[in-house]
Nanobody, 125 residues
């Protein structure tokens, strides 16, 4: 069992930046976190992928360059740097992990193994 705890959410003005962090803990924290990712769920909408990154540094970005994902393997932490924020970025942001798959890892909500409880990001003036 892993525990994922997000932090860094809050209120930011349009055009601003925010950095989210997620720390993973548990007996298998180093083994079951081959892929770490960020997902978000806006009010009234389904959860969607934001970005994922593997332990080897390969990343998937669904936000077309405004966001950057990074991780610290030694500390089992993943970050999401969000820039040029827009009101439509308002959502609860979730961190998730995925163990290594023999048939390949995919940054997809249904493929993630463990989830954090989320941190709220509100973009508003």
């Amino acid at each position: 069992q892993l525990q994922l705890v997000e932090s860094g959410g809050g209120l930011v003005q349009p055009g601003g930046s925010l950095r989210l962090s997620c720390t993973v803990s548990g007996p298998r924290a180093s083994l079951d976190t081959y892929m770490l990712g960020w997902f978000r769920q806006a009010p009234g909408k389904e959860r969607e992928g934001v970005a994922c990154i593997t332990r080897d540094g390969e990343s998937t970005d669904f936000q077309k360059g405004r966001f950057a994902i990074a991780r610290n393997n030694h500390e089992n932490t993943v970050f999401l740097e969000m820039n040029s924020l827009k009101p439509e970025d308002t959502a609860v942001y979730y961190c998730a992990s995925q163990a290594a798959r023999s048939d390949g890892n995919v940054c997809y909500e249904g493929a993630m193994d463990y989830w954090g409880k989320g941190t709220l990001v509100t973009v508003s003036s």
